[in-house]
């Protein structure tokens, strides 16, 4: 198995462009998650979904962030406009069922600049 | 509501001396509990994990973590260390049986290992 895979795994932007991240879960996990790890905040949950679905995302910053799952296999983290204070690592995770271990992707290291 | 305590951002000890990572947690349901490693510019790797079985747990890499309810604790613990455990590490909570929540990780602690 390939782990979860993330791409790019480094993104350098211009302030106000769109940045889409993507994610590929492990196959037959059906829980996704999207974190952002900063220095300052340490990693924080942006975003999970159960079965394609969106159960909570009361830590998507604002409305600039956005995210999609149309299917098992494929997730989206969009950020639009970006702004410097988005740069960030964000780690895409998924499991077979919640609380019974994540497996993490490497990564997307994002710079706005 | 759950949240996560690790309580020392730096942990410095010298090359075969034990290693004890210290995290203290709260949870309003029976939680599951992890320990990650994050070695520089890479992802996030599982060492262990506590989900009301034992209360002593193994993990990979000679590490282990003990679950105390009474004192609400997962200490990590290796007997030696070894240069290669340099790295940051993660204690991470997951509320069972509620359903809703996802993970809360500690602040992460920075393991320094002295030669």
């Known amino acids: 198995d390939a782990g979860v895979i993330q791409s790019p795994r480094h993104e350098v932007t211009e302030m106000g462009q769109e940045v889409t991240l993507r994610c590929k879960p492990i196959s037959g996990h059906n829980s996704l998650f999207w974190y952002r790890q900063t220095m300052m905040r340490g990693l924080e949950l942006l975003i999970y979904?159960?079965?394609?679905?969106?159960?909570?995302d009361s830590g998507m910053p604002e409305d600039r962030f956005s995210a999609k799952m149309p299917n098992a296999s494929f997730s989206t983290l969009k950020i639009q406009p970006s702004e410097p204070r988005d740069s960030a690592v964000y780690f895409c995770a998924s499991s077979p069922r919640q609380a019974y271990g994540y497996t993490f992707g490497s990564g997307t290291r994002l710079t706005v600049v | 509501a759950q949240s996560v305590t690790q309580l020392d951002s730096h942990v410095s000890v010298s090359e075969g001396t034990p290693v004890l990572l210290r995290c203290n947690y709260s949870s309003s349901y029976s939680p599951s509990l992890f320990w990650y490693v994050q070695h520089p510019n890479k992802g996030l790797q599982l060492l262990l994990k506590y989900t009301s079985a034992a209360t002593l747990v193994k993990g990979i890499n000679g590490f282990e973590a003990e679950f105390k309810k009474s004192e609400t604790s997962f200490h990590l613990t290796k007997p030696s260390a070894h240069m290669s455990d340099a790295a940051e590490y993660f204690c991470?909570?997951?509320?069972?049986?509620?359903?809703?929540?996802?993970?809360?990780f500690g602040k992460g602690t920075h393991l320094i290992i002295q030669p």
């Open positions: 979904f159960n079965n394609n679905v969106p159960i909570d």
């Open positions: 991470v909570v997951s509320a069972t049986g509620g359903g809703a929540d996802g993970l809360t």
